[in-house]
Each structure stands twice: as C-alpha cells, then as structure tokens.
C-alpha cells in the first residue's frame, strides 16, 4: 500500500497545480477538487499494479566455473566398437570432489594410499584414517559407484579399482591475522579439488613400475651390481 499512496500523493500534487494555472480556474472557486474525486477513474489501476508488485530486470551475477571442467569431460567421450578378435574396452567413470575446505598437501597422502586398489579395498583401508580427506574420499568412492552403475552401465558395483586418485589447488582465500604491537599477518584458507577415476576390472598385481623388487632379486642385483664394480685407471 505504500506504492499506491506515494502515486496518489504525486498524482494529488500535480492535479492542485493544473487546477491553478489554467484559465477557468479565475472563474471557478479556488478551492481545488478533491483527491478521492480526481482518483477514482484511476483506483483499479493502482490496485492492479499493487498487487501485481512487479520489479525491474536484474542481471543475474556472474557464477564462475567451479573446479576442473575437463575432468568430467572424459565421461562422455565415445569410441569406436572393438572387433571380434580385440580384447574388450573396461568402462570407467571419472568423478570428482571439488572446493573441500582441505590442504591438497595433506590430501596426498591418502589419495596415494588407494591408489591401485579395489574400490572394497580402498572403503576398508580408508576406515581406519582418521582425518578429514578419508571421509572425503569415502564420500567421492560411494558416489562414483553409484555412477558407474546408473550412467555407465557397470554390472556391479564392488567390479571397480582405482585407477586415478590425485588432489589439486582449488581457490585459496586471504585473511587477516592479528599479532605482537599492533601489526596484522596474512592468513590462507586452501581449499583443494579431489579427482577420482574407476576403471572396471581386478586391479593389478603390481600398480607402480617401480615398485621395489622380491627380497632374493633384490639380493641377487646387490651382488650382480659388486661383481661388476671396476677400478678406475687400472690395468
């Protein structure tokens, strides 16, 4: 109600003026005519408008990109049908945990641990870590198996190992932090991006190509590597 009496007052004010400025207004009495008289063709106009209470168009804020955007990319890639004689393609799902409020330094080291590992593996070994990227990556885990299962037509579940686990930066916040004699520090609050991809099938038996050797090869390269040793400059 306050829009249609603020549109009554300047539309009372305006008509008082006209009323007094034109020619029979000499002949007429000076009193002007009254507001409700003058208004009244207008009220189911102004009442329309109160209700309706329509606002102007405003730009929608810009929403920058958040987290990587190629990683999911990958998910709708298609290839070409293998043939009769070529060995079957595994699916695999790429998921993703982006801004977690959490050091992508300390988020290394347990996405390094499941790496290579079967997906029920991984849930079991991630139970016994007690910091806050375990229950993340349990979180980005159960999420990407459920994928695999609705979008990407993976029979079960639990036929899933980690093929790809890494953190990356995310944004990074400044703050002010107050210390000794009046001065001020600058504080970061990291945030990182947790990346994740499944590939359907056993894992294998030995993830890392340099993965160090049984203990009687490696005894066996230590007296291979003493045998071979040569004196510089001699005979």
């Given at each position: 109600?306050?829009?249609?009496?603020?549109?009554?007052?300047?539309l009372?004010?305006?008509?008082?003026?006209?009323w007094?400025?034109?020619?029979?207004?000499?002949?007429?009495?000076?009193?002007?005519?009254?507001?409700?008289?003058?208004?009244?063709?207008?009220?189911?106009?102004?009442?329309?408008?109160?209700?309706?209470?329509?606002?102007?168009p405003?730009?929608?804020?810009?929403?920058?990109?958040?987290?990587?955007?190629?990683?999911?990319r990958?998910?709708?890639?298609?290839?070409?049908?293998?043939?009769?004689?070529?060995?079957?393609?595994?699916?695999?799902?790429?998921?993703?945990?982006?801004?977690?409020?959490?050091?992508?330094?300390?988020?290394?080291?347990?996405?390094?641990?499941?790496?290579?590992?079967?997906v029920?593996?991984a849930?079991k070994?991630?139970?016994?870590?007690?910091?806050?990227g375990?229950?993340?990556?349990?979180?980005?885990?159960?999420?990407?198996?459920?994928?695999?299962?609705r979008?990407?037509?993976?029979?079960?579940?639990?036929?899933?190992?980690?093929?790809?686990?890494?953190?990356?930066?995310?944004?990074?916040?400044?703050?002010?932090?107050?210390?000794?004699?009046?001065?001020?520090?600058?504080i970061?609050?990291?945030?990182?991006?947790?990346?994740?991809?499944?590939?359907?099938?056993?894992?294998?038996?030995?993830?890392?190509?340099?993965?160090?050797?049984?203990?009687?090869?490696?005894?066996?390269q230590?007296?291979?590597?003493?045998?071979?040793?040569?004196?510089?400059?001699?005979?």
């Open positions: 109600m306050s829009s249609v009496r603020l549109i009554q007052r300047n009372t004010g305006k008509a008082a003026a006209l007094s400025c034109s020619p029979a207004s000499a002949a007429l009495p000076t009193s002007a005519p009254s507001a409700s008289r003058l208004l009244a063709p207008l009220t189911p106009c102004l009442a329309a408008l109160a209700r309706l209470h329509v606002e102007p405003r730009a929608a804020p810009y929403a920058p990109p958040s987290g990587p955007r190629r990683w999911p990958y998910n709708r890639q298609v290839y070409p049908p293998t043939g009769p004689e070529e060995p079957s393609r595994p699916a695999y799902i790429c998921h993703m945990k982006t801004n977690i409020k959490y050091s992508p330094k300390k988020m290394w080291y347990i996405a390094s641990m499941i790496r290579g590992m079967s029920e593996e849930l070994q991630l139970q016994f870590v007690n910091k806050k375990a229950r993340v990556a349990e979180q980005a885990l159960g999420e990407a198996q459920e994928l695999a299962v979008e990407h037509n993976v029979e079960f579940k639990n036929n899933l190992w980690v093929a790809e686990s890494f953190a990356i930066k995310g944004k990074v916040l400044k703050g002010l932090r107050r210390h000794a004699r009046g001065r001020m520090g600058i970061h609050y990291r945030y990182m991006h947790y990346l994740l991809r499944l590939e359907e099938g056993a894992p294998p038996a030995q993830y890392y190509t340099d993965a160090p050797l049984p203990p009687d090869q490696m005894l066996k230590w007296l291979d590597q003493r045998r071979e040793r040569t004196i510089v400059h001699s005979l």
